[in-house]
């Protein structure tokens, strides 16, 4: 019987039969994951975390969403998310498990499919405390790694900029759900960001209520959310 990802049994072989989203395919036939492919539904859940990476034009910060999407061909064979990547290991990016909004947020950083990467170390998620055109706001790490701007002469990420630097907001990387949530607390192009602290936040760990990780045959390891899961159909090996 033919059934939703969502609603199939965990550690059970399974093949993949039909996928309902033609963006999602051509992705998943990119990294080597097939109609017909053999897979699992993972039981553990993983904890999320930001991660720092060097491209062919330097580092950059990956926010854990991010980073749980991007998807890394290590050298010794295996495919993982780039944040599973142990500190020193290195990879190319094999492909994106969301759509061209993640695309031109790397390109901004630097990085594109294909690029090799190195990590170079994960990083517990942060809380920055910053003053933004004279008032004061809390933003996530990944709120910080997606403001990119000039920081003095250098073009980074706020999360890279260090504290006590003025640093002027010219792109909101990602979405519209980015650009939504990170505009809703006054920062836009044009912002000027002085980051007063950071501080450790609480560690986001995935519930697979919420979220679904894949292995497949082939060494392929992919987190993947539930309306992303809903377009996948497999039948019981």
């Known amino acids: ?4 990802l969502n609603n199939a049994p965990i550690e059970t072989p399974l093949i993949l039969r039909r996928i309902t989203s033609d963006n999602l395919k051509n992705n998943f036939e990119r990294m080597g994951l097939h109609e017909g492919s053999e897979l699992e539904v993972m039981s553990e859940d993983s904890a999320l975390h930001p991660v720092r990476i060097r491209g062919p034009k330097g580092e950059a910060l990956l926010a854990a969403g991010m980073a749980s999407k991007v998807i890394i061909h290590h050298d010794d064979g295996h495919i993982t998310p780039v944040f599973e990547m142990s500190p020193g290991e290195k990879g190319h990016i094999e492909g994106l498990t969301a759509g ?23 990083l517990p998620p942060m809380e920055y405390k910053a003053n933004v055109d004279g008032t004061q706001y809390r933003l996530t790490e990944g709120m910080a790694a997606k403001i990119w701007g000039d920081c003095g002469k250098e073009e980074c990420q706020l999360a890279t900029c260090g504290k006590g630097r003025p640093f002027t907001v010219k792109h909101i990387l990602g979405g519209p759900r980015a650009v939504q949530n990170i505009g809703g607390t006054g920062i836009n192009p044009g912002s000027i960001i002085i980051l ?9 760990c995935m519930d697979n209520g919420q979220r679904l990780i894949i292995h497949s045959k082939e060494g392929l390891r992919l987190h993947l959310r539930r309306d992303q899961a809903e377009k996948l159909f497999v039948e019981i090996k």
């Open 1 to 4: 019987m033919i059934t939703e």
């Open 100 to 122: 061209s909004h993640l695309m031109e947020s790397l390109k901004i950083l630097g990085i594109s499919e294909g690029d090799n990467i190195e990590l170079i170390r994960c």
């Open 196 to 204: 007063e602290s950071v501080q450790p936040a609480k560690e986001l």
